[in-house]
């Protein structure tokens, strides 16, 4: 080991000071970690500190202490639930019991996410995928964005030249709806508008097999809604990929109270053959993922909505620890998607969800809620927000909330949501809520997932009496 006044522990401390990112340096990065639950790298890094001077049996015992405390840790705990949650969710290597084969399938649209969709069933799927729109050159230039991901994914070492070029040539983009006719199943990826939706499902059924299964990809809509009016309704489910596709791991499977047994089957065997994770979901307003962010965005913008600072508001809910604050998050969702999105909440739902006018007014100035920025760790606030929201009207019976007082809300709020996901049937237990924001939230696995982060802050007991777990988590309370 270095000497306490050798080269080498000089090196080692100016290491520990080093920047970890253009942002911040790793003594800093481990210090936020720890606000946010996950003591370890802290404690390598006092760790690595003590060394200079020391003697191996000294370093030894220390560790050997640092360890001993850890794996007694919340965030053991918590991490050890959330792998075992991931073990058991991971895509299985045997064929879905009941699922029909498929041998072609169609994609009814080709925008950006039609044309990543598409990529990944040829590239999972190993058949004929053909790309539907009615404009040709956006059917085109689909069918190209989709042949690059595949060229991508070649470039990586992930497929060799010969097997690359045989499955962009399985792909190809039609306006023709009979050149549909084929498919086994077809997904649309078309604008969020239910009328859309619903005319191109009917339009699909017209032309296809009796046997053909329908599928959507929507992120909020009643798939219910979008079959009732359909001669097969029990063919239809939703698959619900998260952007980008090729990088999320989570597929939301979607069914109604009408879905048969091998319709679902195939959807979940679909899902296995992109090696993704699927979590099963009743069909309801927002599924599981968005239907908790939007709870959680909801509770930001009705804060900015009632007069609180931008700055204090993007900053309070920090100790989830979540891979990004609500504004870089809305700007990576999209106003205009998240200002739908939030209505459509609202309306299914009710006033538990928040429409924000501040977001609609942000949405239609094409303007963002942060900016740019190499030297910090989240990317600073617009001041346009301040300005936008400072001329709104002031909604009745809501509080400016910031800080601790923000966080217990949004805290609240998620306890309440899920209880009500398990009370409705849209998930049967909190382990598929935990595995789907995991995986298509990013929440942070040291955590657990978030009812044992409900758990472990009292928030499922304040709010519904109850803990999700019972006592797994509550200990260290």
Known sequence: LPAADSPEAEELLDALDAPHSPAETRRAWAQRLETQGAPAVG?????????????????????????????????????????????????GRTPVEGAREITRVGVAGAGLMAS????????????????RDLDEAI???????????????????????????????????????????????VIEAVPEVLTIKKSVFAELEGVLAEDALLVTNTSSLSVSKMAEDLARPERVVGLHFFNPVAKMPLVEVIHTEKTDEQTLATGLEVVRR????????????????NRLLFRVLGGVLASLDAGADPVEVDASLDALGMPMRPFELLDLVGLGVADHVGQVLLEELGD?????????????????FTE??????????????????GEGERPAGIEPLVGEALLEKVRAGLAEEIQLMIEEGVVEQPEQVDLALILGAGF??????????????????????????????????
Do not use: W
Not at 119 to 129: C, D, I, N, S, T
Not at 279 to 287: E, K, L
Not at 380 to 389: E, G, I, N, R, W
Not at 456 to 461: F, I, L, M, R, T
């Open 43 to 91: 404690r390598a890094l006092i760790l690595l500190q003590q060394l200079p001077g020391s003697t191996l049996e000294d370093a030894l015992t220390r560790e050997g202490d640092a360890l001993a405390e850890l794996v007694r840790s919340d965030a053991a705990s918590a991490s050890l639930y959330a792998a075992e949650l991931l073990r058991r969710g991971k895509p």
């Open 116 to 131: 990543q969709i598409a990529a990944q069933l040829a590239l999972g799927l190993k058949v004929p995928v053909v790309m």
């Open 139 to 185: 059917a085109e230039k689909g069918l190209a964005a989709a042949r690059d991901v595949i060229a991508q994914s070649a470039a990586r070492g992930h497929l060799d030249e010969q097997t690359a070029t045989a499955i962009a040539e399985n792909l190809s983009a039609t306006t023709d709806l009979r050149e549909l006719a084929g498919c086994d199943l």
């Open 274 to 289: 992109l090696r993704k994770f699927a979590v099963r979901s009743a069909d309801a307003p927002g599924f599981i993922v």
């Open 352 to 368: 538990r969800f928040h429409a924000s006018p501040g977001l609609g007014v942000m949405a239609q100035g094409g303007v963002h």
């Open 372 to 389: 740019r920025s190499r030297t910090s760790v989240h990317p600073p606030v617009s001041p346009t927000v301040a300005q936008v929201f």
């Open 444 to 477: 942070p696995r040291h955590r657990g997932g978030i009812t044992p982060y409900l758990d472990a802050s009292g928030a499922s007991e304040r709010t519904t009496g109850s803990a999700f777990h019972g006592e797994r988590f509550t200990a260290g309370r």
